[in-house]
């Protein structure tokens, strides 16, 4: 048995939003500049001396009980919302929403812009993407409708085959317990494999409970159904368990299993901290005047909250991870979007007001790269797809992320960003989909 992660600040739907974030100055300039009536000239000459915006933000599943994983969904409460529209209307960008409720969270064509996807967007077909998760969301279906719908996806649906729901024994109709909180991070979950690879088939698989032994059933189910790529958003603390978990559960060759790195700054989660899955980092993501068109930092809110990294105290170094500073498995591989301040829009209907909403957390940056997975193609037989990223290592198929710290640590680049390999965005995030090619 293991509980949560000892730097996992608890959610609950009824706790008061979270933290407050400080957005980059190039978004709060720009915030700053629309709400003013500025022209767009103006936007870069005045970048660094706007006032910041607050974010809050809450953990979207409750406290887990001793022994269950905490999934990683952090959705916004407040703040967030006239200053990513502000920039959006600086930059010369038409909203993509159809529904003016919507928030203003990144949708897919800004996700596939900002990692080189544009064109490879039109990849995925005949692949299935796996969402493992805990707990059923009796609206999963009809809340993906609504999301694939306002952003001019093709519907994903169980009557097209595109879409399916099970449980962690295969069961259509014998599904867990319903569960608010955990309905948000499977929205979310959802949500971003649409974003990223709307050809894509999904598979949603519930496990009964957020026990690493359901969770793992999960997974196993999963592979056994046929997909290839499996998103994982969730986590706890690392235990002497973990390497039996690995040779039950995650061992799967040719098959890229993705795992969010954790939400709570410098520190080791499970199953993160597996050698045989991609371990998943999180990054503020915003628009900038580089060629890229995009810029991206480690995401930190505080020494308590921010994209999980560092040293697995039990795991094997798997042979294509190369740095010194921990001896055995190093967090993360690769990164993605994850600060609930430059956060993606999703639309969820369970347990609250049906609408849209903004969340962050790794949960988001872990479907994220699963989907980046997926457009790539099937990983070969007996490959370990967590390896073909380091392949591409500094080079154009990667942007390196090479600012920003999520914590203090001893060894500088497990907590901090540089060039090259670290710890809180590993190689780095997707520029097209060569990186996650075997």
């Given at each position: 048995m293991r509980t949560t992660h000892p730097r996992t600040t608890p959610g609950n739907r009824a706790a008061a939003p979270g933290r407050w974030h400080r957005m980059g100055s190039a978004v709060a300039a720009t915030a700053a500049l629309v709400l003013?009536?500025?022209?767009?000239?103006?936007h870069a000459d005045a970048a660094t001396t706007a006032p910041q915006?607050?974010?809050?933000?809450t953990n979207a599943c409750a406290t887990p009980a001793k022994g269950r994983m905490a999934c990683k969904a952090l959705r916004v409460t407040g703040g967030s919302t006239a200053f990513q529209r502000a920039e959006a209307a600086a930059d010369g960008v038409t909203p993509q929403a159809v529904d003016a409720s919507a928030p203003s969270g990144y949708g897919p064509s800004d996700l596939q812009a900002a990692y080189g996807l544009t064109s490879a967007a039109a990849n995925g077909a005949g692949e299935t993407i796996a969402i493992v998760d805990a707990y059923d969301d009796p609206n999963a279906e009809a809340d993906l409708a609504k999301y694939r719908s306002n952003y001019g996806l093709t519907a994903c649906t169980t009557a097209n085959g595109c879409f399916k729901k099970v449980s962690q024994t295969g069961s259509t109709t014998s599904l867990p317990s319903a569960d608010a909180g955990w309905a948000e991070e499977i929205?979310?979950?959802?949500?971003m494999a649409s974003a990223i690879c709307p050809n894509c088939k999904i598979l949603l698989v519930e496990a009964s409970t957020p026990t690493m032994a359901n969770l793992g059933t999960a997974v196993n189910r999963a592979v056994t159904l046929g997909a290839k790529y499996v998103s994982n958003s969730y986590g706890g603390s690392e235990s002497a368990a973990d390497t039996s978990y690995d040779s039950s559960y995650f061992n799967h060759p040719g098959v890229a299993i993705t795992v969010s790195a954790g939400d709570s700054g410098y520190g080791a989660e499970y199953p993160a901290a597996s050698r045989y899955v991609t371990s998943v980092g999180g990054t503020a993501l915003s628009k900038s005047s580089t060629t890229r068109g995009w810029t991206e930092t480690v995401w930190q809110t505080s020494s308590t909250e921010g994209t999980g990294s560092g040293c697995s105290a039990y795991d094997a170094k798997p042979s294509w991870q190369t740095d010194t500073g921990c001896a055995k498995r190093t967090i993360s591989d690769v990164s993605a979007v994850a600060d609930p301040a430059t956060g993606v829009s999703v639309y969820d209907s369970y347990g609250i007001t049906a609408g849209w909403y903004t969340f962050g957390g790794t949960s988001a940056s872990a479907p994220?790269?699963?989907?980046?997975?997926?457009?790539?193609?099937?990983?070969?037989?007996?490959s370990s797809p967590a390896?073909?990223?380091?392949a591409k290592a500094g080079t154009s198929a990667l942007n390196d992320v090479t600012s920003g710290s999520n914590g203090s640590c001893t060894t500088s680049y497990l907590c901090t960003a540089r060039?090259?390999?670290?710890g809180p965005t590993g190689v780095g995030t997707p520029q097209g989909v060569s990186a996650f090619t075997g």
């Open positions: 003013a009536g500025l022209g767009t000239a103006a915006a607050k974010v809050t933000w929205s979310l979950d959802l949500d994220i790269i699963a989907g980046v997975y997926a457009l790539a193609g099937t990983p070969s037989s007996g390896s073909f990223p380091y060039a090259g390999y670290d």
